[in-house]
């Protein structure tokens, strides 16, 4: 078996990473090694990379390269961004967010409750969409920071985040939203918002695990999360991974110059599956906001059947690679929290499988799902006790 | 991803015995469809109601709850219900090879499905003999686990069979605690209630001055953190009242910069209750007053 034969529609948990990007990363990693702090002009090279690197996020962005600090993942951008704000926002003592926000920021606020901030889930409908009604009952005087997701990685929801961020300052509170899975996804023009920090991860837009960046808008207050060194103008301490942000700012090259395709080529294979599968499996559930929805990401249920067990047998059958938001494939013994949070009953609640594609996924990749993942919904529920009344 | 030996992955893929027996003499129901798990396990004796003639099952569950199930059916026929009821759960992870630790609760489902189906059995046919599992377990149908419904009685028999001694193992083996993690207290009392005081007596002997009287051990708690405790926190800004001594319990209340300190309670135990213990009891617990 070889990665050509892999039918790899689990983009959402990580991406391949861009011939393109490992082509830049490579003289980083062997004879451009120098540290870009260093005086001597051997560091030119690496130095000047991390400056064109900053200058192709942020133009990915819509941003100025001055508002990016590179980190090493999106939970370092989304930790520093909410600590910082309640560092600066003295006096407020109170995080907005919502019940599907990924566990970088969930796990994070957990925490900051237990060390008495106080923090306001905002609950979604069956179709994970939040109201800026309630937004506004809950952002008040008392709000450091607002934090909203850009798009759910779970079911793919596109949240308004520019509304809220409009929302969070009219409060006097800060906004930063977790982009993670919508950078290179949709267009983004921070320059047009009012969002005050962006979180993003490298291996999302296929550049490598392990760089991340967190866009911080010019004059926003801004509190150092992690501590030492000067790099990144005392923003983010830490010898820059010269090979990872090289790779970062090829990966936003490409997606920028790929983003039309994610909202023609990529959607279209999207709602292929989506209308292939509806079509040939019985009683099926697509789960999310269809109106606003990441182009590549479609969550299906099949009802009475679990999701570990679509998984290994769609891989058996065609190496297909998807993810599940069943209990038993996380090992957590509870189903995903944000189908939970979405009201699924418990006939479906086991059985959801993720598709999420990238611009590498071809038309024969929807076929191979098509032509094996009927079949096994079907012999699956042939072994289930459930759904025959 | 979980690492399923061949033999799970075969079962899985090729599950043996699948469906229905329209006439079972007994059929057994365990799990549901909330818990993520459930299998419904049919069968059906030789005439003289000795040996199991045929077994099949149903399952909803992950790749090892369906091997589990289908080697369970396999194991099961041709054998006396005596020689059936011996099977324990880890006689079906051996079976397969191997079950990953946090699987285990997949097979402890064929072997409950099993006792269901027993008791399914007697009640249907009281002219055999029917060897039904004894329900000697202290507060057996006590619900210790309402997010995964597992009762008291489940929990000690995985315990006593398999030889568990920690809350996580429990999880892994019938996956209580594993939700809200409410009752992992619960669990830590039934493990301890089980297998016995050694590990609470070997504590509570600690390296302290033995036979002291309540005012010599209260003089000796004060002195400690006079001494060594508070010297200690007061380096750091911080402080520490002695508020009141309860047989073990010893509560105080943090002052100066320990107040609304975030790593206070890890000072607490890891430090102050650390060198209570050494210097006085093992068995002392440190309690923040607020």
Same mark, same amino acid.
């Given at each position: ?122 609950? +979604? ?116 991974? +010269? ?42 559930? +697509? ?78 990749? +929807? ?23 | ?290």
């Amino acid at each position: 078996m070889t990665a050509q034969d892999i039918v790899y529609v689990d983009n959402n948990a990580t991406t391949r990473v861009a011939p393109e990007v490992f082509e830049a990363m490579v003289p980083f990693l062997t004879t451009e090694y120098a540290n870009p702090s260093s005086p001597h002009p051997f560091a030119a090279a690496p130095a000047s990379a991390v400056v064109s690197a900053r200058e192709s996020v942020a133009a990915l962005l819509g941003a100025s390269a001055d508002e990016i600090v590179f980190t090493s993942c999106g939970s370092e951008s989304d930790n520093t961004a909410i600590r910082s704000a309640l560092e600066t926002q003295r006096g407020r003592n109170k995080v907005v967010t919502t019940v599907v926000e990924h566990p970088a920021v969930l796990t994070l606020c957990r925490f900051l409750e237990k060390h008495g901030v106080r923090v306001e889930y905002l609950p +979604v409908d069956s179709r994970g969409r939040i109201s800026l009604s309630q937004a506004r009952e809950v952002i008040d005087e008392d709000t450091a920071i607002v934090s909203v997701m850009y798009a759910n990685n779970e079911i793919g929801n596109l949240y308004p985040v520019n509304e809220l961020a409009e929302i969070a300052h009219e409060r006097g509170a800060l906004f930063h939203t977790d982009a993670v899975q919508a950078v290179g996804k949709v267009p983004i023009d921070l320059s047009k918002t009012q969002i005050d920090f962006l979180s993003l991860s490298g291996h999302k837009l296929h550049a490598p695990k392990g760089i991340g960046a967190l866009y911080v808008r010019r004059f926003t207050p801004y509190s150092t999360f992690l501590l030492g060194g000067h790099q990144e103008r005392g923003r983010r301490a830490g010898t820059e991974a +010269v090979a990872n942000i090289a790779g970062l700012g090829k990966a936003c090259e490409l997606a920028l110059s790929h983003i039309g395709e994610e909202q023609t080529r990529v959607r279209a294979m999207r709602d292929r599956l989506e209308r292939g599968l509806v079509a040939s499996c019985p009683d099926p559930l +697509v789960n999310g906001d269809p109106e606003h929805r990441l182009p590549n990401t479609l969550n299906i249920c099949f009802r009475y059947i679990e999701g570990e067990s679509i998984l290994l047998r769609m891989y058996q059958a065609a190496h297909i690679c998807a993810s599940s938001g069943s209990a038993c494939t996380s090992g957590s013994l509870e189903p995903s929290h944000v189908l939970r949070a979405i009201g699924l009953d418990y006939r479906s609640l086991h059985g959801s499988v993720r598709f999420s594609f990238s611009r590498y996924n071809q038309e024969s990749d +929807v076929d191979a799902i098509l032509e094996t993942l009927p079949g096994i919904v079907r012999e699956l529920r042939a072994l289930s006790p459930f759904g025959r009344d | 991803m979980w690492n399923y030996t061949d033999k799970v992955m075969d079962y899985f893929l090729h599950p043996r015995n699948v469906g229905e027996i329209a006439d079972a003499d007994g059929v057994g129901e365990v799990g549901n469809i909330v818990c993520g798990d459930a299998m419904k396990l049919y069968v059906k004796m030789s005439p003289d109601g000795r040996t199991i003639a045929d077994v099949k099952f149903q399952t909803f569950g992950c790749a090892s709850a369906i091997a589990s199930a289908s080697a369970l059916t396999e194991m099961l026929k041709g054998k006396t219900l005596e020689e059936a009821r011996r099977l324990t759960n880890q006689d079906i992870a051996d079976y397969l090879g191997e079950l990953p630790e946090e699987k285990m609760h997949c097979s402890v489902m064929g072997s409950e499905a099993f006792d269901a189906a027993l008791k399914d059995l007697k009640a249907k046919h009281p002219e055999w003999e029917v060897p039904v599992p004894e329900e000697v377990e202290e507060g057996a149908e006590r619900i210790v686990c309402h997010c995964f419904s597992v009762t008291e009685g489940e929990i000690r028999k995985v315990i006593r069979e398999n030889h568990l001694t920690t809350v996580e193992q429990v999880t892994h083996f019938t996956k209580a605690g594993g939700g809200c993690g409410g009752c992992r207290d619960d669990i830590q009392a039934i493990l301890d209630d089980m297998n016995g005081q050694q590990a609470r007596a070997e504590e509570t002997t600690a390296p302290a001055p033995s036979n002291l009287t309540n005012l010599q051990r209260i003089a000796l708690i004060q002195s400690v953190m006079d001494t060594v405790i508070r010297p200690g926190l007061k380096a750091d800004g911080g402080d520490v009242e002695l508020i009141d001594i309860d047989g073990n319990d010893v509560k105080v209340r943090l002052k100066g910069k320990c107040a609304g300190c975030g790593a206070a309670l890890q000072t607490l135990k890891h430090w102050v209750e650390a060198k209570l213990r050494e210097k006085v009891s093992g068995g002392i617990n440190v309690i923040e007053v607020k």
